[in-house]
T-cell receptor, first 109, second 112 residues
Framework: DAKTTQPNSMESNEEEPVHLPCNHS???????IHWYRQLPSQGPEYVIH???SNVNNRMASLAIAEDRKSSTLILHRATLRDAAVYYC??????????FGDGTTLTVKP | DTGVSQNPRHKITKRGQNVTFRCDPI?????LYWYRQTLGQGPEFLTY????????KSRLLSDRFSAERPKGSFSTLEIQRTEQGDSAMYLC??????????FGPGTRLTVT
């Protein structure tokens, strides 16, 4: 299974942008890049996904490197409610996902 | 639609007992996934169904674990002869084919 590498933890100040990096050097041509986040005592929540082009939705933006070996999740203005564990995962065309240990984002007021 | 639901939310059992968890996916979703998550770790894939067919099982799914999805609707995950190492959060997710997954709140199992 293709793997992703993320920093264990990151900190941000409230209302500032946050860039969460992810490396996936073994990505295959048909793998989609998905991001989920998990708040304490809850199941993971879908954030955004993409294949090759940058993507925007109401929650975040996803910037994908041209060679697709890395991506960055961008939260434009972090709020205290964005404090969570963020997972970058690769989904193959069978839909199977392999989660790593994610990045714990701390947002300081 | 209220999303993916899981029951029970918490289960405490004694070692050696059998337990069964239920997952009700979002109604139009044809895929259903089971994951296990221990403290501080990301979810680990266990198995998934497309409609009623179980398409893949992880090596983590020992012969004490069995999952079913009769009629392609709800799913059950049974653990026989529970061990302390089975203590974890069991997460269910559903999706439309390989699109984004929607997770339930999980069932926390404690084996004493």
């Amino acid at each position: 299974d293709a793997k992703t590498t993320q920093p264990n933890s990151m900190e941000s100040n409230e209302e500032e942008p946050v860039h969460l990096p992810c490396n996936h050097s073994t990505i295959s041509g048909t793998d989609y890049i998905h991001w989920y986040r998990q708040l304490p005592s809850q199941g993971p929540e879908y954030v955004i996904h993409g294949l090759t082009s940058n993507v925007n939705n109401r929650m975040a933006s996803l910037a994908i490197a041209e060679d697709r070996k890395s991506s960055t999740l961008i939260l434009h203005r972090a709020t205290l409610r964005d404090a969570a564990v963020y997972y970058c995962i690769l989904r193959d065309d069978a839909g199977k996902s392999t989660f790593g240990d994610g990045t714990t984002l701390t947002v300081k007021p | 639609d209220t999303g993916v639901s899981q029951n029970p939310r918490h289960k405490i059992t004694k070692r050696g007992q059998n337990v069964t968890f239920r997952c009700d996916p979002i109604s139009e979703h044809n895929r259903l996934y089971w994951y296990r998550q221990t403290l501080g770790q990301g979810p680990e894939f266990l198995t998934y169904f497309q409609n009623e067919a179980q398409l893949e099982k992880s090596r983590l799914l020992s012969d004490r674990f069995s999952a079913e999805r009769p009629k392609g609707s709800f799913s059950t995950l049974e653990i026989q002869r529970t061990e302390q190492g089975d203590s974890a959060m069991y997460l269910c997710a559903s999706s439309v084919y390989f699109h984004e997954q929607y997770f339930g709140p999980g069932t926390r199992l404690t084996v004493t």
